[in-house]
């Protein structure tokens, strides 16, 4: 199965993730900064761009389903997304797996490239202290979500999204990386976006099928989730930049759901 979907990102695709997540990078909404930064145009956030390879991904795996436990998402993001441009999703389907690429269609370029397919359990390590959300909040984050989290291809999608949002704001997701960006008054990586160029290069999603499979989302949209922030990676320096991998996992009353872990590049520091 091959099938081939057309995009064009805006600002307002723009602001409806930032109110979701929080996170309001002055590339994605400031055009002066963003040419200061050789860029054309503002651009989308590279995570709600993702929200669509998923949603086509899980929509082309779903008939197909492998017969697995668990799931994995993995994506690498090689150039931003740029509003106001045409975009082509090439998604083909084989073998249990399906595959995406979001190509620029003016340059030829592929922006991003995502793969969904079966995965082994999802073990996740013993954490001192789980931090929660209860059913409530886990149901109204999901109502502000860009999608449909009631809908099984959707499901997945908003609790990665939500993970994520969790994720960046989290102020120890930024204690290591404070130990290398001295002077910058931040608290989350939240605030360190209005300091530092930062662009995400990968993301890896590992999953409970259940959110895919299951005929009724609800079933976890309406449970509370226990979450645990692991500890944030940096490498790198100042003049070539800095690589932190931050990584969140999630539990329902069930067993482990899901894990999400990011990679984020900032640029060198000594150009700024």
């Known amino acids: 199965m091959n099938m081939i979907c057309h995009y064009n990102y805006s600002l307002s695709d723009a602001e409806r993730w930032a109110e979701f997540s929080g996170d309001y990078n002055p590339i994605h909404f400031d055009l002066q900064h963003a040419q200061h930064l050789g860029l054309q145009q503002l651009t989308v956030h590279g995570m709600r761009a993702m929200l669509d390879i ?5 929509t082309a795996l779903l008939p197909a ?6 799931l994995r998402f993995n994506a690498r993001l090689r150039q931003p997304v740029q509003c106001h441009t045409s975009y082509q999703l090439q998604v083909g389907e ?14 030829g370029e592929s922006c991003f490239t995502g793969k969904l397919r079966s995965a082994p359990t999802l073990v996740q390590a013993d954490h001192e202290q789980w931090a929660s959300l209860t059913a409530d909040d886990v149901f109204q984050l999901s109502q502000k979500f860009s ?15 939500l993970l994520f949002k969790l994720l960046v704001a989290a102020p120890q997701t930024l204690a290591t990386a404070k130990q290398v960006l001295p002077g910058i008054e931040a608290e989350t990586l939240i605030d360190v976006f209005k300091y530092v160029p930062v662009i995400q290069t990968h993301h890896d999603v590992h999953f409970s099928a259940d959110l895919l499979r299951i005929n009724n989302p609800n079933i976890f949209v309406r449970s509370a989730l226990h979450y645990a922030i692991e500890p944030t990676l940096i490498v790198g320096n ?4 800095w690589v932190l991998r931050a990584a969140i996992a999630a539990r329902s009353a069930l067993g ?3 894990t999400t872990a990011v990679t984020l590049k900032t640029w060198p520091l000594a150009a700024h």
């Open 94 to 107: 084989a073998a249990g797996q399906a595959s995406g690429n979001l190509i620029d269609v003016g340059s």
């Open 238 to 241: 100042p003049d070539d930049g």
């Open 54 to 58: 998923k949603y086509q991904l899980s």
């Open 65 to 70: 389903l492998p017969p697995a436990e668990f």
């Open 147 to 161: 999608g449909d989290a009631s809908q099984p291809a959707e499901c997945w999608g908003f609790f990665d999204a």
């Open 256 to 258: 482990p759901l899901i």
